[in-house]
């Protein structure tokens, strides 16, 4: 059985919680290959719901192991919160494996986060502070500290100091702060690694012998295709690859192994933090949208900014991620509106733009070309298969995939795990 990969195909923040947790039940290993607690999922399982920003959402789900990749960025006092929070509500955390090679994201990486933003004033990048920039850069650099790196006392302190005594230059000398003492770094990091041992494994050699059994393993990418620092709108991009490739990369599970990437699409658009966004709305609409959508962001509280559906980054998420189908989610908060605009194309200094436009000037120009689909009125919330939505919901559907270039094969009608429509099925 290929494997599947689950990613955002906007800018994140579309849903993919509950779209994994969807699939959760006949899924074996559910595995996060970039990013860290910078993401957030909100996943509902009956009365009960659940924040998680670190955690595979497939943690959920007894029969599931949940993987976190080499790809990823791991702040161990967060990982082992969320651990605690989950076994306090009963939920078995056990099983979870976290690759040696996951860099870890220390107290350092947030405070230079935090300041290097303040430091750019009006160019901030608007990140979430969770020190994520910072670690991947100290990876890049080979400066950065591993999971596996708290399993030896004496490589964890050289390394530390190595990292420090660059940074503390940078901090104190660019920023006017405090100098961070490596001894105390070292011995926080130290205090988790007891806490840690258990769950650490070679995850590329557990995902590839499972491949190889048949199982089924679904990559679950944090936030989405446009804020991915290749593909995404550079410089306001988070710094991993959430694209279809950065599975690859970020687990060691190589792309002959993947059969299905599956996007995940919310029926209108949003944003958080800084960059352009073309559809945003700064009206009525937009207000309406954010608190129907309930549009705050899991992990930082920020409201998000909200604009309509753009068929042009739908289109270039089929594209870089090679989608072979859509998750389309939350169409049911657009219930209400008698008419729906659609961004079909841009308009840049006059010209018509069919294509995203790889330059990051076009790209602050374009102004959407909007296309008016008929809404709906009817509560979708009950609808079972797509014959039960309302006509003009079901059009606005059907438009959405024809722009959009893969097909839609799952709905979501409401926040609940039960209110989807399976279209075709993802397994
Ligand atoms: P960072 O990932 O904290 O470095 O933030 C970089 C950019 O990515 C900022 O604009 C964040 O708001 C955005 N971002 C990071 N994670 C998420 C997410 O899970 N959803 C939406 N936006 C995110």
New binding site residues.
């Given amino acids: 059985m290929p494997a599947l990969v689950l990613l955002g195909a906007q800018?994140?923040?579309e849903g993919k919680g509950k779209a994994t947790d969807l699939l959760g039940g006949s899924v074996d290993y559910v595995v996060r290959y970039q990013?860290g607690n910078?993401?957030?999922h909100t996943v509902v399982v009956g009365d009960q719901k659940y924040a998680l920003h670190l955690l595979p959402s497939g943690i959920l789900s007894p029969d599931c192991v949940p993987v976190i990749g080499n790809g990823v960025v791991v702040d161990p006092a967060v990982l082992l919160s969320e651990l605690r929070g989950l076994e306090e509500r009963g939920v078995d955390t056990s099983k979870l494996l976290l690759s040696g090679n996951a860099h870890l994201i220390t107290p350092y990486h947030t405070t230079m986060?935090k300041v290097s933003e303040r430091f750019l004033g009006k160019r901030k990048?608007?990140?979430?502070?969770?020190g994520?920039?910072p670690t991947y850069a100290d990876k890049i650099n080979r400066v950065g500290i591993r999971v596996q790196d708290l399993f030896d006392e004496s490589i964890l302190a050289q390394k530390v100091e190595a990292a420090l005594d660059q940074k503390n230059q940078i901090l104190a000398k660019l920023y006017n702060r405090r100098a961070i003492a490596a001894e105390q770094v070292v011995e926080e990091l130290l205090g988790y690694a007891d806490k840690l041992r258990g769950y650490v494994c070679d995850t590329t050699l557990v995902l590839n012998d499972a491949l190889d059994e048949d199982k089924v393993v679904l990559f679950e990418g944090?936030?989405?295709t446009l804020?991915d620092v290749d593909h995404g709108t550079y410089p306001?991009?988070?710094?991993s690859n959430p694209t279809a490739g950065g599975a690859c990369t970020g687990s060691g599970v190589g792309p002959t192994r993947i059969g299905r990437v599956i996007g995940i699409l919310k029926a209108y658009t949003t944003?958080?933090?800084?960059?352009p966004f073309p559809t945003e709305l700064f009206d009525e609409d937009g207000e309406k949208l954010r608190a129907i959508g309930g549009e705050r962001?899991v992990?930082?509280g920020r409201d998000r900014r909200c604009g309509w559906f753009d068929a042009v980054i739908a289109r270039y998420a089929t594209r870089v991620n090679g989608l072979t189908d859509f998750f389309l989610t939350k169409l049911d908060v657009l219930t209400g509106w008698e008419r729906i605009p659609v961004c079909v194309a841009y308009e840049i200094d006059g010209r018509r733009v069919d294509e995203l436009p790889y330059s990051q000037t076009d790209f602050h120009h374009a102004k959407p070309v909007y296309e008016m689909l008929p809404g709906w009125s009817e509560d979708l919330s009950g609808a079972k298969t797509f014959e039960d939505l309302p006509k003009n919901a079901r059009d606005y559907v059907k438009a959405l995939e024809e722009m959009s270039g893969a097909p839609v094969s799952a709905i979501g009608v409401g926040p609940g795990r039960d209110e989807t429509i399976q279209i075709n099925p993802f397994l």
């Fill in positions: 800018w994140g923040d990013g910078n993401a957030g986060d990048i608007g990140t979430t502070g969770r994520i920039g944090g936030q989405g804020l306001f991009v988070t710094s944003r958080v933090g800084a960059g962001g992990t930082t």
